[in-house]
């Protein structure tokens, strides 16, 4: 089945300890990106990648970085996690390399505490 | 920026069909319509975009006037699972390729 996964899906943790979000698909696609997922902002774009070894930033970067080693794979790392970055996170993929008609993964819920 | 205008929420009977309206009067000449849905508890899920004209997919149609500052996401028999928030999407500008800002989106009810 053609996919976007996410580990882990719910996480509480505490101010300034390291996480990583990962994210892995199974079609393929050279697009992928990351959002987080606030009330009432809607979805913004943290980081993308048009390909391998290829990363932009998005509209909210800060606080965040990735990695693309690896077609099917694009971590989130919070290297020091605020209360501010409690959100609902988002991996998306896409075979459209404008990022068109993409696939999103089921999503991970993160608290900050 | 480019900009889109929805309604907070619509409602609409089950097997009858829905018309989604955006408007979008400051799109630029090379920008897509995209649309996308969220249905409760999950990621967003593609629907359909376009540039000129009409665009029909299995999930919906996609109705952009001439002008293309308006458009029109129809779904042609609505069922309980497509009550959603739909958003309506362009991209931050003609030169950001790869950023599409997303609104608040329209809550579509369906009622049984």
């Known amino acids: 089945e053609a996919q976007v996964t996410q580990n882990p899906r719910y996480l509480i943790t505490v101010t300034g300890k390291k996480l990583t979000v990962t994210c892995s698909q199974n079609?393929?696609?050279?697009?992928m990106s990351w959002y987080r997922q606030d009330p009432g902002l809607g979805l913004r774009q943290i980081y993308y990648?048009?390909?391998?070894?290829?990363?932009d930033k998005g509209d909210v970067p800060e606080g965040y970085k990735v990695s693309r080693k690896e077609k099917r794979n694009f971590p989130l790392i919070l290297e020091s996690p605020s209360p501010n970055q409690t959100s609902l996170y988002f991996c998306a993929s896409s075979n459209d390399p404008n990022g068109y008609e993409q696939y999103f993964g089921p999503g991970t819920r993160l608290t900050v505490t | 920026d480019a900009k889109t205008t929805q309604p907070n929420s619509m409602e609409s009977n089950e097997e009858e069909p829905v018309h989604l309206p955006c408007n979008h009067s400051?799109?630029?000449?090379?920008?897509?319509i995209h649309w996308y849905r969220q249905l409760p508890s999950q990621g967003p899920e593609y629907v359909i975009h376009g540039l000129t004209s009409n665009v029909n997919n299995r999930m919906a149609s996609l109705a952009i006037a001439e002008d293309r500052k308006s458009s029109t996401l129809i779904l042609h028999r609505a069922t309980l699972r497509d009550a959603a928030v739909y958003y309506c999407i362009l991209r931050d500008s003609p030169d950001s390729n790869y950023q599409l800002i997303w609104g608040a989106g329209t809550k579509l009810i369906i009622k049984p």
């Open positions: 990648s048009m390909n391998v070894e290829v990363t």
């Open positions: 400051t799109i630029s000449g090379t920008d897509y």
């Open positions: 079609m393929n696609h050279e697009y």
